[in-house]
Structure formats: C-alpha cells, structure tokens
C-alpha cells in the first residue's frame, strides 16, 4: 500500500496533512486528479510536519486570545435601547447583528453574527443571556439588557 499525503480533508480517510494508506488506483484515478493527496515522498513528508506545525501553533493561538476575549465578554452587559410599545414588545426586535455591533462598540471585538447563538430574535423588553462562540471549544456569556427608547 502506498502512503499518501492528504492536501484536503477526505471523508472516511483523514484530514488536512494526515498521512494515510490507500490503495495505488485510488491514489492514482480519485485523490491525485481531484488534488486531495499527493504521493509521500521524503520531501513532502518533512514540508507535511513543517506545516502541521505550523497549524498547531496558529490554532493554539487562535484558541488563547478567544479565551482571553471570552474573559472580557463574560464580564460584559450590553444595553440596546429600541422602540416598544406600552406593554414591552419592541416594534421590530434585536437581531445577532444588533449584538455584533453592540460588542464591536463596547469592547472592539468583531464577534460573527453567525456564532451568536439566539433561537429567536428579541421582541420584548428585558434582560437576556446570550451565547457566544468565539472559537473551537470557547464561548462566551454575554448579558444583554434590552430597554425602552
């Protein structure tokens, strides 16, 4: 069985620099063509745990400055002001974008407004905890405090 280097990660196989078995022809007539391994050489192999490396250091240091931003959004209530009617339902709602921009304001933090996790818009006046996931494994709890205009 020749060894393979994965330059992508492969369902059922391995990921991203993983070198894995498999048999000539899949090599040759699926991985190869398609640019998801090469063959293992001596060369690539050295370059393979160079970048490995690499990648582990760069994750590791995504992951410590997500904790330290997750220290600073734990401690964080954030106060969004919109129009309510008398009895405390907003006349639109506080979307994810409205908390992204909210922490962008008070803290600098560019935070996606896709990894604010709120199963459904806030329509009515009040205090709310809202997840956050700022990386692999790290979220953050953030208390927002929506109030009458």
Partial sequence: ???????KDVD???SRGAVVDVSKGYLR???IPRKLAAPATKG???EATRTQDAYNKATAG???????YAEQLNKTVLTISQQAGEDGRLF?????QDIAEAIKEARGIDVDRRKIHLDDPIKNVGTYQVVLELSDGVTATVKVMVSEA
């Fill in 1 to 7: 069985m020749p060894e393979a280097i994965l330059l």
């Fill in 12 to 14: 059922g196989i391995g």
């Fill in 29 to 31: 007539n699926f991985l």
């Fill in 44 to 46: 690539l192999l050295r």
């Fill in 62 to 68: 995504r992951i410590t400055q997500a904790q330290d």
């Fill in 92 to 96: 639109g709602s506080v979307t994810t």
